[in-house]
């Protein structure tokens, strides 16, 4: 990634509340995604990782405005979107890629269908795709980038494998010929094997069609490997954004230094010699988010500090952005 | 005489479809106080193993043929009233799925109580004060409290805590992981191997951990085996399967992981998708996706092949490696 690149997608301060019902006609806010900043560069790969219920899903879907943000703004290609009409377009230039290959393919629509389907609703953007033949060779284009066989246009999903599926939805995404793709946990439900076989797929397609992904997974090691930039979520907030290589060997928030201590390393060598952080208590419920900072309760620096006031998410070191009070002390 | 010795052990399935070999001749021994990693990726045959050591198969699924010796007893054809004994008991299984393998209507002190009552001469009483002493083991605070609650009221590693709980009431020899952390987050895995480490350490039994993550086994491991289509490919100690492996399907799973070496590299990935285990081949099962394969793979099966005390593998290719190098030195 040089210098000179411009940010394809800015987002601003990204709200995205859920009103959960409490019975009696009460409501309360569900946090889901609170407060998240952060630019994705032309032709990059930014990393999402947390675990399960921090919102990075979530952070995903409001971005592609599959759900109507609560709040803040997001900029694509300059050009902030606001109305119908610019989420129509934006919907054109991105795209998503869904993590269970299983339930994300209508059963009853052939390959050819599942994949030309977004042509058809946007065609009044891709107006030469209503000429039957013309469809029927992007179809078989798309197969093609994502290495599926030609022959199985006419199948039924449930005809395929996990990894064949996972193309399916690959070459679905590609349709409409984005620049962008949120990629929602796209290997986690496949096997080690077929697992490394789509990785390096979306690698050699972000080569050939310029892509920018926005990668959203819970395997660290996975993240780490395709992406430029990774950024770390707790309880709906971002809490440390930088280079690939820096969030994993030289992380400076303790929510960062536990999860990367907690990967399982697959050399027996490393593994036993590595000492874990260990975090104490569970995650929070995003219904009663804990006031302040909100990693306090499991946090080993946490200081009563900590309690009263959120930490600011600053850029700590050039490109490295962390959201806790206490980062320089615990990192001198 | 090891704690449990399993010799070609055949499983199958008898469906509409025809006979679906999910196992097809494990052998293992397994000796107080190790802990066996079994890895493999879906379909490989690592659960049924287990399940077939515990004959819990679903109505369809058989035990073939082949041994499996609890000290010295024979558990295939023993019966229901013999298992019954053995499982919970002496040998207890924890499932993946968290969420599911507890019920959601009993409270989490009477499914503990349940299992201890069932398994050992303890009263009601006496029940209750192993049931909190086991959720006090595996760290769970306030268990008095947590007796009173139902699942529902747990975390995914809480309830998974719960359930290793239960299976080492009765203080069981073995203990049977089938992907325990694999339903959970990262930092809750790391604490529970951890928790499975200590009481391991502790009590003494053995451990067989089914994964298909090789970084679980290099935390947790003494010996592993790699399964491929119901059969194992290779079988050693840790230190010998992870630094020298010596099958092209264990070879290319190391390969597919991405790691701290392989950073802005390609990975290299199996090529192909797993077998159909309805169709299997004649030769080597995993020859239709080995770059290596030669004739003889295709044509026949490799047959197990010691490479030294600590490491057997059934691929040709050591045969033909120890031809040659016996060939040199000849």
């Given amino acids: ?332 | 005489m090891a704690l449990l010795e399993v010799r070609d052990l055949h499983t199958s399935f008898f469906t509409d479809a025809g006979e679906v070999r999910a196992v097809n001749g494990v052998s293992f021994d397994l000796d107080y106080g190790k802990v066996l990693g079994i890895v493999g990726e879906s379909g490989s045959g690592k659960s049924v193993t287990a399940y077939s050591i515990m004959q819990i198969l679903a109505n369809t699924g058989k035990i073939v043929s082949g041994s499996i010796k609890y000290n010295g007893q024979e558990l295939v054809g023993a019966g229901e009233k013999v298992m019954k004994e053995i499982r919970g008991n002496k040998i207890s299984i924890i499932f993946q799925d968290p969420m599911t393998s507890l019920n959601p209507t009993y409270t989490i002190g009477r499914q503990l109580r349940e299992a201890i009552l069932l398994h050992t001469d303890r009263n009601k009483e006496e029940a209750k004060a192993r049931a909190i002493e086991m959720l006090k083991l595996v760290n769970i605070n306030e268990p008095e409290k947590r007796m009173k609650q139902y699942p529902h009221e747990f975390s995914g590693g809480m309830r998974q805590r719960m359930m290793i709980a239960m299976a080492l009431a009765c203080e069981p020899d073995i203990l049977i992981a089938d992907e325990p952390t694999t339903a959970l987050d990262v930092t809750i895995q790391a604490g529970i191997l951890e928790l499975m480490k200590d009481i391991q350490k502790k009590i003494g039994m053995a451990i067989i951990m089914i994964t298909h993550d090789l970084g679980v086994v290099a935390q947790m491991c003494d010996e592993v085996i790699v399964m491929y289509a119901g059969s194992i490919c290779e079988q050693g100690t840790e230190d010998e399967i992870f630094y020298n492996p010596c099958h092209e399907y264990t070879k290319g799973l190391m390969r597919s992981i991405p790691t701290s070496d392989n950073q802005g590299e390609k990975l290299q990935p199996i090529t192909g998708t797993p077998i159909d285990l309805l169709n299997m081949p004649k030769g080597c099962a995993f020859a239709p996706r080995c770059d290596a394969a030669m004739k003889i793979c295709i044509r026949e099966k490799c047959e197990r092949f010691q490479i030294n005390d600590d490491h057997a593998a059934a691929c040709w290719m050591n045969v033909k490696k120890a031809a040659e190098e016996g060939g040199a030195t000849a």
């Fill in chain 1, 1 to 332: 990634m040089s210098e000179q690149t411009r940010p394809l997608i800015q987002v601003k301060n990204l709200k995205q509340y859920f009103d959960i019902n409490m019975g009696f006609g009460k409501a309360k806010p569900l946090k889901a995604v609170d407060d998240i900043s952060f630019d994705i560069m032309e032709g990059e790969t930014l990393g999402l990782v947390g675990e399960s219920g921090c919102g990075k899903t979530t952070a995903g879907r409001s971005l592609l405005h599959l759900y109507k943000p609560t709040g803040g703004e997001v900029i694509f290609e300059g050009r902030p979107i606001k109305t119908k009409k610019d989420i129509a377009d934006f919907r054109t230039k991105a795209t998503m890629v869904f993590q269970d290959p299983y339930s994300s393919l209508d059963p009853r629509m052939t390959v050819s269908d599942i994949i030309a389907e977004p042509l058809d609703v946007n065609i009044a953007y891709h107006p030469e795709y209503k000429d039957k033949e013309k469809r029927r060779r992007r179809v078989l284009q798309l197969m093609e980038y994502v290495g599926l066989n030609s022959e199985h246009a006419a199948r039924y999903a449930h005809e395929f494998s996990g990894g064949q599926r996972q193309r399916v939805g690959i070459a679905r995404a590609l349709a409409v010929n984005p620049d962008f793709i949120v990629c929602d946990e796209p290997v986690s439900a496949l096997d080690v094997s077929i697992q490394a076989q789509v990785i390096n797929m979306f690698d050699d397609l972000q080569d050939k069609l310029g892509l920018t992904y926005l990668f959203i997974a819970h395997d660290l090691l996975v993240v780490r490997h395709i992406s430029d930039r990774i950024a770390v979520m707790y309880l709906g907030r971002m809490v440390e954004l930088a280079k690939a290589s820096d969030i994993y060997d030289h992380p400076l928030h303790p929510y960062t230094k536990a999860l990367i201590s907690a990967v399982p390393v697959p050399d027996p060598k490393v593994a036993k010699a590595n000492k874990r952080i260990s975090l104490t208590g569970e995650i929070p419920s995003p219904l009663n988010a804990p006031p302040g900072c909100p990693f306090h309760t499991r946090c080993p620096y946490a200081k009563d500090s900590c309690k009263e006031s959120m930490p600011v998410f600053d850029e700590i070191e050039t490109g490295h952005y962390v959201a806790c009070h206490r980062v320089k002390e615990i990192n001198d």
